[in-house]
């Protein structure tokens, strides 16, 4: 009998198997497991690959950890390094400024990717001595260069022309009709359909006007105004919001030191760039959502039976929620300084950290009504919506604002005004600067933590209660020695 013969293509040549590479993420896993003593071949059965592709990481081991330790994203796929130090920098800033442009939902196509490489390589670049002649060859940002760039990043995403806008609008009206097929015929509850969005927040960030900001722009170093957490949030059609996720650049800040992270208020993760990515977005997905709407749906006496949207469904009101965050923050110098005269606002501000920054994000939440979590789903569903009568009006909260600054007063906070708060709160939508973005470049180099060392969560001990209920007796004792009243 004659040898079976592989299907050809319709060129006549057998077809070509598609070689899967695995990113720099899925590497380091694989170094991780090797060096924690798996042998190859069972990290070559784990990840269904040949123990040859096992071993060639392994003999990489030090340039894909060098490749990860410079900010290549975790998702790239090679590791090639440009011999040109201006590129490698204008390519790490060109990534996070399409990751803000991905979190602010600003469609990018490759020719707005070229114009933007040009103007930050130019930032970048060495000058060259009058009279004499470069020796290098002058970046272009071709079209190869765009290829090669979005290989090495794995941006699959990025549109080659500028027809997604109009793509996007008609996907976005054609929505809503599809969400109520799929709601109607699985028979979900406002109750079991969740949405979840990411949102910046410049947590120390104040009015431009400010002697505070006019001093930060004037002191080297990494900028505080800056320092950029990411919340998650998610709630669901009937109002109910669970406990945020919180990332943040360092896995461990002193601001914490001492605390049981899974004890926040909020789901704590981190990377140096404070950005949601596909990993962190699944541990949050895994450790906090199921958990908690399981707990929420088991309450109510509902099934776990649910449907969670992401991205661009409008389902929590971010926007109320930042003016909230913003009028704590202000109340919180206002009230140090009553409490201290002698303190002043920069030193009311100096000393507000991430710690502060989580309370305040808890309280934010916590004042958000239901039925104003609710109201934000009248677009998508309406059916689920309740007597919607319009969301509460954000001026009222922004003059609230202005009238605790001017309580502060001093400072540029005397006589701010509304136009300002309105500034501070609309800035949370900026697209990032190139004078920011090499500062952020720096900072992810420069800003070294101990974040590499795992923290042993803290917990009660019967010295700490010792300590806590000495003091409590000392300041018993103390108001019965300054009250003139006896009884």
């Known amino acids: 009998?004659?040898?079976?013969?592989?299907?050809?293509?319709?060129?006549?040549?057998?077809?070509?198997?598609?070689?899967?590479?695995?990113?720099?993420?899925?590497?380091?896993?694989?170094?991780?497991?090797?060096?924690?003593?798996m042998s190859v071949a069972s990290v070559a059965r784990k990840y269904g690959r040949n123990e040859s592709s096992i071993r060639a990481i392994k003999i990489r081991e030090t340039e894909i950890r060098e490749a990860v330790a410079s900010s290549a994203p975790r998702t790239a796929k090679v590791t090639n390094q440009v011999r040109d130090k201006a590129l490698v920098?204008?390519?790490?800033?060109?990534?996070?400024?399409?990751?803000?442009m991905n979190r602010k939902r600003v469609p990018i196509n490759g020719t707005m990717l070229q114009e933007n490489a040009l103007s930050i390589y130019a930032m970048f670049k060495p000058?060259?001595?009058?009279?004499?002649?470069?020796?290098?060859?002058?970046?272009?940002?071709?079209?190869?260069?765009?290829?090669?760039?979005?290989?090495?990043?794995?941006?699959?995403?990025?549109?080659?022309?500028?027809?997604?806008?109009?793509?996007?609008?008609?996907?976005?009206?054609?929505?809503?009709?599809?969400?109520?097929?799929?709601?109607?015929?699985?028979?979900?509850?406002?109750?079991?359909?969740?949405?979840?969005?990411?949102?910046?927040?410049?947590?120390?960030?104040?009015?431009?006007?400010?002697?505070?900001?006019?001093?930060?722009?004037?002191?080297?170093?990494f900028k505080t105004a800056k320092d950029c957490v990411t919340v998650l949030l998610c709630g669901n059609a009937a109002g109910?919001?669970?406990?945020?996720?919180?990332?943040?650049?360092?896995?461990?800040?002193?601001?914490?030191?001492?605390?049981?992270k899974n004890l926040l208020p909020v789901f704590w993760q981190s990377n140096k760039k404070a950005w949601v990515t596909a990993a962190t977005f699944l541990d949050w997905f895994h450790k906090c959502f199921i958990l908690e709407v399981k707990q929420y749906l088991e309450e109510k006496g509902l099934d776990f039976k649910v449907l969670l949207l992401v991205d661009n469904a409008?389902?929590?009101?971010?926007?109320?929620?930042?003016?909230?965050?913003?009028?704590?923050?202000?109340?919180?110098?206002?009230?140090?300084?009553?409490?201290?005269?002698?303190?002043?606002?920069?030193?009311?501000?100096?000393?507000?950290?991430?710690?502060?920054?989580?309370?305040?994000?808890?309280?934010?939440?916590?004042?958000?009504?239901?039925?104003?979590?609710?109201?934000c789903w009248r677009n998508l569903w309406k059916d689920c919506v309740n007597d919607f009568k319009g969301f509460p009006a954000i001026d009222k909260e922004v003059e609230c604002i202005v009238q605790v600054a001017r309580q502060v007063g001093g400072d540029s906070?005397?006589?701010?005004?509304?136009?300002?708060?309105?500034?501070?709160i609309e800035g949370r939508r900026e697209t990032l600067t190139n004078e920011e973005l090499e500062e952020l470049i720096k900072s992810s180099t420069e800003d070294e933590d101990d974040d590499d060392e795992q923290e042993e969560p803290a917990t009660w001990t019967l010295h700490k209660f010792s300590e806590v209920f000495q003091t409590a007796k000392h300041l018993n004792d103390l108001i019965s020695d300054y009250d003139p009243s006896m009884e």
């Open 1 to 37: 009998m004659a040898p079976k013969r592989k299907p050809a293509t319709s060129s006549g040549a057998p077809p070509k198997k598609q070689r899967s590479v695995p990113t720099l993420e899925e590497k380091l896993d694989v170094l991780d497991l090797l060096k924690g003593g």
């Open 89 to 100: 920098k204008t390519e790490k800033a060109l990534n996070l400024w399409l990751e803000d």
């Open 127 to 221: 000058p060259t001595e009058e009279g004499q002649p470069s020796d290098k060859k002058e970046f272009r940002a071709s079209q190869g260069w765009l290829n090669s760039f979005r290989n090495r990043f794995n941006l699959k995403n990025v549109q080659t022309t500028g027809e997604v806008a109009s793509a996007n609008e008609e996907a976005a009206k054609a929505y809503p009709e599809q969400l109520k097929e799929i709601i109607q015929e699985r028979g979900y509850l406002p109750e079991q359909v969740f949405n979840a969005d990411e949102t910046g927040l410049f947590w120390k960030k104040m009015p431009t006007r400010t002697y505070i900001s006019k001093s930060e722009r004037q002191a080297p170093g």
């Open 240 to 260: 109910h919001l669970i406990k945020p996720g919180l990332l943040y650049r360092s896995a461990n800040p002193c601001a914490l030191k001492g605390k049981n």
């Open 314 to 375: 409008p389902g929590h009101p971010d926007a109320l929620w930042f003016v909230t965050y913003t009028r704590l923050t202000f109340s919180r110098i206002l009230t140090a300084m009553d409490a201290d005269p002698n303190v002043n606002v920069m030193e009311c501000w100096k000393s507000f950290n991430i710690a502060d920054c989580i309370t305040y994000i808890k309280q934010a939440m916590d004042a958000i009504k239901p039925e104003t979590v609710n109201a």
């Open 413 to 424: 906070f005397g006589d701010i005004l509304e136009e300002e708060i309105e500034e501070l």
